[in-house]
């Protein structure tokens, strides 16, 4: 762990809390009989055993925008021991379209503490760890480790970040799920330790990867380098089904996104998307997490640059191999 990195433990969250600080807030009221009340319903799905063994359990999730605010609420509703948060933007008018903790109230506010201050009305008998800096190398390795599983959704231009925590998740052994939410479709991504990294994917190592998100952040970046960063982040993140890159629900509609993608740095995203997208990547992070403990049906995501694809508004299911993708890009 980083030296610089300054760490402050007790239950709540300050008025003015500070960005540079990580808070580990821990259980107010650790109540065992009220844990297994708020609980109950999750069981005949899975076993007693089984919630316990979520009591347990590490979740980590970088961003807190569309999925990750959302996926923070529904961990600590599941019963996930600790959550772990990070963000380092703050929320804007336009993220309320979609943002779980996104309000007119909070825009000019952390994400990542807006957040964490919503997550903690639901429920505080869990440990919920926030991290306003976001993904970096002064707190990667504290928010990866002791992780069960981890959440990538970091913003679609912080490709550094990204890099950055799927390199850490691989050194300590840990998997790392990308779930991203285009049209009304969403693509699973699994990554294993020892499987398909985020570099190959994207084709950029960490140095070059941070070089660009700082030339995109500090909006200098000229249009060639936008072009460059956002064919290999669609290219590998967003890989093609059908023989195309986006789904085409109009005529007009993929040439209007990938033409706001570059010029404004805006990612289209449809409010009622990252709900549906949030249920699919928590409900394999579940199952990931319960692995091994019984015997169930379950279609496990391929290796990248395979992945689980699914379009509500075609109803259009399948497990994508990495011979698929290959053949199509």
């Known amino acids: 762990m980083s030296e610089l990195l300054h760490t402050v433990t007790r239950s709540t969250l300050p008025d003015n809390a500070d960005l540079n ?9 650790p109540d065992e009989a009220y844990y297994q009340e708020r609980t109950d319903r999750n069981i005949g799905w899975i076993t007693k055993e089984e919630q316990q063994m979520l009591k347990g359990a590490v979740v980590g999730i970088a961003g807190c925008g569309g999925m990750g605010g959302t996926l923070a609420q529904i961990f600590v509703r599941l019963g996930v021991g600790e959550v772990r948060i990070a963000d380092c933007e703050e929320f804007d008018p336009s993220n309320i379209n979609r943002q779980f903790a996104a309000r ?3 825009v000019g506010v952390s994400k990542a503490i ?3 201050r919503a997550v903690r009305d639901i429920s505080d008998d869990t440990t919920l760890v926030v991290y306003p800096q976001g993904i970096v190398e002064e707190t990667v390795e504290s928010f990866v480790t002791g992780c069960d599983v981890i959440c990538d959704e970091i913003e679609f231009w912080a490709i550094g970040s990204r890099i950055l925590l799927h390199q850490y998740a691989r050194m300590i052994g840990v998997s790392s799920f990308v779930c991203s939410t285009v049209g009304f479709g969403t693509r699973l991504m699994k990554f294993n330790p020892s499987g398909h990294t985020m570099e190959s994917c994207v084709s950029l190592s960490l140095e070059d990867a ?3 998100q700082n030339k995109i952040q500090t909006r200098t970046a000229n249009s060639e380098d936008v072009r460059s960063i956002m064919t290999k982040l669609t290219t590998g993140l967003v890989p093609n089904v059908h023989g195309y890159t986006l ?3 109009s005529f007009d509609d993929h040439a209007l996104v990938l033409e706001r993608l570059e010029k404004e740095n805006s990612a289209s995203i449809l409010s009622t998307n990252p709900s549906m997208a949030s249920g699919f990547l928590a409900d394999h992070v579940l199952l990931h997490l319960l692995n091994g403990s019984r015997s169930r049906d379950v279609v ?30």
């Open 247 to 249: 789904p085409h629900h």
């Open 300 to 329: 496990e995501p391929p290796e990248p640059p395979g992945y689980l694809y699914f379009d509500a508004a075609r109803m259009d299911a399948r497990v994508v191999t990495p011979g698929e993708v290959r053949d199509e890009n």
């Open 21 to 29: 600080t990580v808070y580990r807030l821990t259980p107010i009221d």
């Open 114 to 116: 807006a957040t964490a």
């Open 104 to 106: 007119r109230n909070t």
């Open 210 to 212: 941070l070089i660009i």
